[in-house]
């Protein structure tokens, strides 16, 4: 027998009587009697703490902008608060009715406020104490909200969906207490097929249970798919219409995209207080576009 033939036979014996590299790993068992890929699962899908979410994410420096920030520490802007805290309250009547945690906010077109009303929901529902608030920027073909936050676009969404991060890498806890963010990550054209992929529903399964609220942000639902994918992750939708802006036919086949129970109701941005009487009446001052719930 020539050494090679010898060397291929004693490896083969080897193999038969104790198991390849693989299966050593595979079949060893762990004090616990679990196998190591039991207990690799065990704690990447087990249930989260929020104990344990705060320990592990990210405390990232925010420097939000304080003009479109409402409930920021140094923001003047007194403009449109009122309106927020009118949403909150009419959101908690709501919940009383359905469950109701996961929000998306659209709106039929860019510009619209989607992503203003989306940041500033989600502060003024942690402004009531121990509440807290998860906001997901899944604007994925052009994520702002980091902006509007002051802080890095990427690692976010589209990293965690494309399997590059876990939950820990992608959520910022910034200068709010209870506010916790999620920005967009870098920009992706396959934003539809992304979130399908099976890591949203994931994502959206182990951080419900900790948070009170969880608003997504969204694209424009009169030109694109992904708000009608994103709405089945949500338990409802709130669309935005800029006052004197969004034309009546895309705010029409924007809300077509949306099946009658997911809509919750309508968020008018930008009304004028001048031309607004009652906004004449309470807000004298201001002169700004405000934000008002009205009934869908
Ligand atoms: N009610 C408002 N008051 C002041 N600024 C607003 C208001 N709504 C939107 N904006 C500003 O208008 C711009 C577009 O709003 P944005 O929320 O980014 O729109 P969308 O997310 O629908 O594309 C942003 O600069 C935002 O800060
Ligand atoms: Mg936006």
Known sequence: MSRIHEALKKAELERATHGGPEDHVIEQPMPSGMSARMVGSVNADGPLTFEALQARTARVQWN????????????????????????RSRLYQMRERKPLKKILITS???????????????????????????????????????????TAVQPGLAEYLMGEQDEFGVIQQGTMENLFLIPGGRPVTNAPELVSNGRLKNLMARLEPLFDWIIVDSPPAALVSDASVLANFCDGVLMVVRSSVTPSEAARKARMEFTPDQLL????????????????????????????????
């Open 265 to 296: 109701g309508v968020v008018l941005n930008g009304i004028d207080p001048k031309l607004d009487s009652y906004a004449r009446a309470y807000y004298p001052a201001y002169g700004q576009p405000e934000a008002e719930l009205k009934k869908s």
């Open 64 to 87: 939000p902008n304080l003009n479109t920030m409402l409930f920021f520490a140094g923001s003047d802007q007194a403009m449109g608060k009122e309106e927020l805290r009118t949403l």
């Open 108 to 150: 039929a077109l860019p510009q619209e406020g989607k992503s203003f009303v989306s940041a500033n929901l989600a502060q003024v529902l942690v402004q009531q104490r121990g509440r807290r608030a998860l906001l997901i920027d899944a604007d994925m073909r052009g994520p702002r909200l980091h902006q509007a936050f002051g």
